[in-house]
């Protein structure tokens, strides 16, 4: 997984008029939950801001990172947990971080990578992308950047479940009956289907 480095400041004023006012600073209000817990068992939460440019390069792409992430000079390592975008303009509003260690698994969307040339595609079929990610349990080092998906030997008509995969030190949680590549019959195979079947009669 690859690793980016991100700066920010504790936000000491909280509430909906120091979010605006942070945002016209160009400031993002950014939330890290860490292992702390508070009376209620719930997680305890760091509130800071960072700047705007220094965010939509790790939001605006389709990489998966792991956060070296510094506030007021103290060093956490995260990952992206939830990001609010404004319904119109699509701008940041808000980022959600959440604190990882080495020794404790965490659950992340890796994107996927379907390798190869599909036997539906060389008969004429369509491969098609059901879901661009697979959600993953492991240790953040174990976690790849993409999860490549062999899809050679898929034909037409045919699909690749998550139940049908299997990656080393990684446990799937996207639901098993989940379709994640298949490949779709398109009139072209449709038609040379038909004439093979007229030949053979």
């Known amino acids: 997984m690859k690793q980016i480095s991100i700066s920010g400041v504790t936000r000491t ?5 120091a ?5 016209r600073n160009e ?3 950014c939330v890290l939950y860490g292992e702390q817990k508070d009376e209620n068992g719930k997680p305890v939460a760091i509130p800071f801001s960072v700047k705007y440019n220094e965010l939509s390069k790790l939001i605006f792409t389709p990489h998966i990172y792991l956060v070296d992430l510094t506030i007021d000079g103290v060093d956490h390592k995260a990952v992206l947990r939830e990001v609010q975008f404004h319904p119109v303009k699509d701008t940041i509003l808000h980022v959600d971080f959440y604190e990882v260690h080495p020794e404790r698994p965490i659950v992340m969307a890796v ?3 379907p390798q190869g040339l599909a036997e539906g595609v060389r008969a004429g079929g369509r491969l098609s992308t059901q879901v ?3 959600k993953v349990r492991a240790l ?3 976690i790849p950047e993409k999860l490549v998906i062999d899809v050679t030997n898929l034909g037409l008509a045919k699909s690749i ?7 080393e030190g990684l446990e799937l949680v996207t639901p098993k009956e989940v379709v994640v590549v298949s490949v779709k ?3 072209a195979a449709m038609g040379a289907a038909a004439a093979a079947a007229k030949a053979e009669k």
């Open 140 to 142: 953040y080092e174990q």
């Open 161 to 167: 479940k998550v139940g049908d995969l299997h990656f």
């Open 132 to 134: 661009r990610k697979l």
């Open 13 to 17: 004023e909280l509430g909906k008029k």
């Open 111 to 113: 994107p996927i990578a």
């Open 185 to 187: 019959m398109t009139r």
């Open 27 to 29: 400031e993002v209000p």
């Open 19 to 23: 979010a605006k006012a942070a945002r």
